[in-house]
């Protein structure tokens, strides 16, 4: 059967990047005879602009019959004034939600050909190559109540709340089991555990988890002291396991140790596998338009897809390799430029990707 992919492009760089991928995944689907076809969506932004609203009906449809969705990225200037339920973050939440994605993964690897590109030593980062499990539908991100009340003094008062059920942390982290199990079976669980109850749960539940795992080693670490790792020596961890916001805030840092945030893909994924497929970055409204973004963690992200979704493992490989031989070759975008290398455009590299492919 015909798989169907939805494509949302979005907002800022989003419709650039989302271009190169595309670009691979035809040439790869043409050259592997594998049956997909892709639909445009609107998400975010582009959305709001069309329907008043970021996530409209009409995307609600196409993401629900598709069998997996790939996304560009979402915001930018122009809608930052608006209110909070209509910007477009708020689309990207609400489709992660719909389709209950619960399970974040974003591989933070080093390409070696990348080791100058890393702010920090290569000796620190070398042969990176660890996995962040985000949970990504539940914590502080959806937690009720939330909003700006007016005090009896009259001052304003913001509030969120931090919520975890049982189930909530007990799918996640298993999860983070199962991925460990086909890597290098050490999970790392971040919390705050020695301030925050939802979190001390957070940490019973997983230690409970990790039972039926024997294989796997567990550990634990408050967050704190995870992010000072994570740029002390990031070569201890092999699975992190986390909540909403401490994952979303440990994954830009793990993704500056791959030389540039512009590498790290991210798979979304329900409970059937079911995917929405991203680059962790944002949509870089500051070089949108510029033809100049790089859009290899959105060719990797397509790359997941076959390999998660679809289970197209050898597809899968063949665009990472194709990765691997286009760096080999001297072809960077500025973001992970160094002196005497190649410096391209957006399309120039996907074009580097559809080369290698073929050749
Ligand atoms: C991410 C992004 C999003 C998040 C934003 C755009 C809502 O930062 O995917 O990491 O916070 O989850
Ligand atoms: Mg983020």
Request: overall charge negative.
């Amino acid at each position: 059967m015909t798989k169907k992919i939805t494509v949302l492009p979005g907002d800022g760089i989003g419709p650039e990047i989302i271009a190169e991928a595309v670009k691979v995944l035809a040439v790869i689907t043409a050259d592997m005879n594998l049956a997909m076809v892709f639909e445009d969506g609107l998400i975010g932004g582009a959305a709001y602009d069309v329907f008043g609203t970021p996530f409209p009906e009409q995307t609600i449809a196409q993401v629900q019959e598709a069998d997996a969705i790939l996304l560009g990225a979402v915001g930018g200037p122009k809608w930052e004034s608006l209110d909070i339920s209509v910007r477009p973050e708020k689309g990207l939440l609400g489709l992660r939600s719909t389709l209950g994605l619960f399970a974040n993964l974003r591989p933070a690897v080093l390409y070696p050909q990348l080791e100058q590109a890393s702010t920090l030593k290569p000796e620190v980062v070398s042969g990176l190559d660890l996995m962040i499990v985000r949970e990504l539908t539940g914590g502080i991100y959806f937690g009720q109540p939330r909003g700006v009340r007016v005090l009896e003094n009259g001052e304003k008062q913001g509030f969120n709340t931090l919520v975890y059920s049982e189930s909530e942390i007990r799918r996640i982290a298993h999860s983070a089991f199962q991925i460990a199990q086909k890597r290098n079976r050490k999970v790392c669980s971040v919390d705050k555990a020695n301030v925050l109850e939802c979190t001390e749960l957070w940490r019973q539940v997983v230690t409970e988890v990790g039972k039926s795992y024997p294989d796997v080693a567990l550990s634990h670490m408050y967050v704190d002291n995870a992010a000072m790792q994570l740029v002390r020596a990031p070569k201890q961890f092999d699975v992190m396991v986390t909540s909403n916001m401490f994952g979303d805030i440990l994954s830009d840092t793990a993704a500056m140790l791959t030389g540039s945030i512009g590498m790290l893909p991210s798979a979304s994924l329900d409970a059937n596998n079911k995917g929405m497929y991203e680059p962790i970055h944002g949509s870089a409204p500051d070089i949108a338009g510029q033809g100049i973004a790089n859009p290899l963690a959105t060719i990797l992200s397509a790359s997941m897809m076959l390999r998660y979704t679809f289970n197209e493992t050898e597809a899968a490989e063949r665009i990472e390799a194709a990765v691997h031989s286009a760096l080999d070759a001297g072809f960077r975008t500025a973001d992970i430029y160094s002196e005497g290398m190649h410096k391209v455009s957006t399309a120039q590299m996907g074009d580097a990707i559809v080369a290698a492919l073929k050749g």
